[in-house]
């Protein structure tokens, strides 16, 4: 079983709409990360966080430490938004990472 | 800065073959990581360093080896390749505070373009 799991696996979205990515995770971390593989499949590091919640632009996130919950929000989708995100923790010492499967985005115009 | 480059981008190996796949960085990072990358499935970690001269297995090494003899370049070598090696690589670096690594420290990540590795 996967330790880190993220849902939905695919998300469609038309041009405008609120976004939603969830990861749960069953270990302890010291914190996690929100990764962006665009369609070319380069991945670039967007978050790293360890409580509460951090923005930049028009991306959220949140974590809930006790619940072993975080949250991606994308506001006011775009169509370059289209890309899988990818959650992961740090859940063991020197620097490695855990990873989820991913979660498949789509923005429609 | 050039970041984390790898070399080559795309390459196709028969059944048997060696070949290594280059990794340098520029930024001085301590932590460099081998992953690869399955359709459908997560990030899995083949082999990561924490400096020069030392490496340690991470979640999938069998198949693989690496070295690490300066702080830019972290070489990843496949011996006798197999159709099961068919992946995408992913190499990254990170700096990590000496004496916190032990401790659960962690900082972003930053990811190479991939090697697109086909064995046939």
């Known amino acids: 079983k996967n330790e880190v799991e993220q849902s939905p696996q695919n998300l469609t979205a038309q041009e405008g709409e609120f976004i939603t990515i969830n990861c749960s995770y069953s270990v302890g971390i010291s914190a996690l990360h929100w990764l962006q593989q665009h369609p070319g499949g380069g991945i670039v590091s967007l978050f790293m966080l360890s409580s509460g919640k951090k923005k930049h632009g028009r991306l959220i996130a949140t974590i809930n430490i006790q619940e072993k919950h975080s949250s991606l929000h994308i506001t006011a989708s775009h169509p370059r938004d289209s890309a899988v995100y990818i959650c992961a923790v740090s859940a063991d010492s020197w620097g490695k990472l855990q990873f989820g499967a991913g979660t498949q985005v789509v923005v429609t115009p | 800065n050039a970041g984390v480059t790898q070399t080559p981008k795309f390459r196709i190996l028969k059944i048997g073959q060696s070949m290594t796949l280059q990794c340098t960085q520029d930024m001085n990072h301590n932590y460099m990581y081998w992953y690869r990358q399955d359709p459908g499935m997560g990030l899995k970690l083949i082999y990561y360093s924490v400096g020069a001269g030392i490496t340690d297995k991470g979640e999938v090494p069998n198949g693989y080896n690496v070295s690490r003899s300066t702080t830019e370049d972290f070489p990843l070598r496949l011996e006798l390749a197999a159709p099961s090696q068919t992946s995408v690589y992913f190499c990254?670096?990170?700096?990590?505070?000496?004496?916190?690594?032990?401790?659960?420290?962690?900082?972003?990540?930053?990811f190479g373009p991939g090697t697109r590795l086909t064995v046939l």
């Open positions: 990254a670096s990170s700096y990590i505070q000496p004496g916190l690594a032990g401790w659960g420290g962690t900082d972003t990540q930053y």
